[in-house]
């Protein structure tokens, strides 16, 4: 039977007792308001000894100690006499580091001049792909003049045939870095692969980790040790619970800046290349403290679709959106069918900061 649990900001939190997870107890520690930096290195060394993993979560108002993996869990009580803890709770969520229950407070992540997961809405857009120099600069131009505040482009594309184009790499990523010379808007770029996180991560501002790798568990955790911000894709046919794990591992070796993204599930429908799942926002808000960013473009798979479904995602909460666009769409190396021309892009925008006024959230911040 799932539990529902009411956290003390309004959040519930779903969840499932550990049998029925099989899982072990993992716990967090809550230490009291103002405990002293030694009584919260008892506490971690204590922990360390008896074998767990441990992740300090350090709030406005408390330090949180996760105490994660296997360690030894009898007497836990004996943490309550120690100096400084207020409880122990057991996190009965798969994911641990991800939830809200470990850490209450939303993440919020800085990119260059942008911030995302701050109550703000920012848009990321540009073509799929970095087709060439030329035409990279003169799109990132125009789209930053409507209005996005973070620029797009694949160098490495995951390509569903091995005989379509598959980006420029190290050029492209040389360009996005023109890009972001010229602008000022930070760049993001997927990696694909393990060997390539350093190259990516030299010249990206986030590195996207795409739908098809989302369980590449060898690149989350390289991932996990760099120190630049990640936006994991949701994998097309990943439950919530999946794909929040994939963001646990990255978490767990060691990055906390992590932000997801809802790029549209495969089901059965024919219509659309993808079903955006907007329910997986407010979803993802109630679980986790991550950001979340929609991508109505691969979601939709449909240019007509990409503004309505635009302005649906900004209802349901999201902390921005990922748009595809085009100088000239019937032309694109990829992904044409769904990009948005400059000047649908500039009318997206325009309708976004509408929808914004009516439901008073702000577009930067402030
Ligand atoms: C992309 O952003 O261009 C992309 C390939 O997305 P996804 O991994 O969601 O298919
Ligand atoms: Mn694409």
Not at 22 to 29: A, Q, Y
Not at 35 to 44: G, K
Not at 147 to 154: K, N
Request: charged share 25%; net charge negative.
């Amino acid at each position: 039977m799932p539990l529902v649990r009411f956290l003390a900001d309004g959040f519930f939190v779903l969840s499932h007792p550990p049998e029925e997870k099989g899982g072990k107890n993992e716990m967090i520690i809550v230490m009291e308001r103002f405990a002293l930096s030694a009584e919260i290195e008892q506490v971690s060394e204590r922990l360390k000894d008896r074998g767990f993993q441990v992740h300090l979560s350090q709030g406005v108002q408390r330090t949180i100690i996760g105490a994660i993996g296997e360690g030894i869990q009898e007497n836990m009580d004996s943490f309550l006499v120690l100096p400084g803890v207020e409880k122990i709770v057991p996190i009965v969520q798969p994911f641990k580091l991800a939830s809200r229950e470990f850490k209450a407070e939303p993440t919020i992540i800085k990119a260059g001049s942008t911030t995302i997961g701050d109550g703000s809405i920012q848009i990321i857009a540009g073509p799929c792909a970095v087709e060439s120099r030329e035409k990279y600069l003169e799109i990132a131009a125009l789209v930053k003049e409507s209005g996005a505040t973070m620029l797009r482009g694949g160098a490495f594309k995951p390509r569903t045939s091995p005989y379509s184009f598959q980006g420029l790499e190290q050029e492209g990523l040389e360009i996005l870095a023109e890009a972001r010379e010229l602008t000022g808007l930070p760049v993001i770029t997927e990696v694909m692969d393990p060997r390539m996180v350093d190259l990516v991560a030299e010249y990206a501002d986030v590195l996207q980790v795409g739908a098809r790798n989302m369980q590449n568990y060898f690149l989350l955790r390289e991932l996990g040790r760099i120190d630049k911000p990640i936006m994991l894709k949701r994998g097309p046919s990943a439950t919530i619970e999946e794909w929040i794990m994939a963001a646990e591992y990255i978490i767990s070796s060691g990055n906390s800046q992590v932000i997801l993204c809802e790029r549209g599930i495969r089901t059965f429908e024919k219509y659309t290349r993808n079903t955006l799942d907007l329910s997986a926002v407010p979803l993802i808000k109630q679980l986790t403290h991550l950001p979340i960013i929609v991508d109505p473009s691969h979601g939709t798979g449909k240019w007509k679709l990409v503004e309505p479904m635009a302005l649906a995602a900004i209802g349901a909460g999201c902390d921005g959106l990922m748009i595809e666009v085009h100088q000239n769409p019937s032309e694109a190396l990829s992904d044409g069918p769904q990009s948005l021309t400059p000047d649908n892009f500039r009318k997206l925008v325009s309708k976004v900061c509408n929808i914004q006024g009516i439901l008073n959230i702000s577009r930067d911040g402030e």
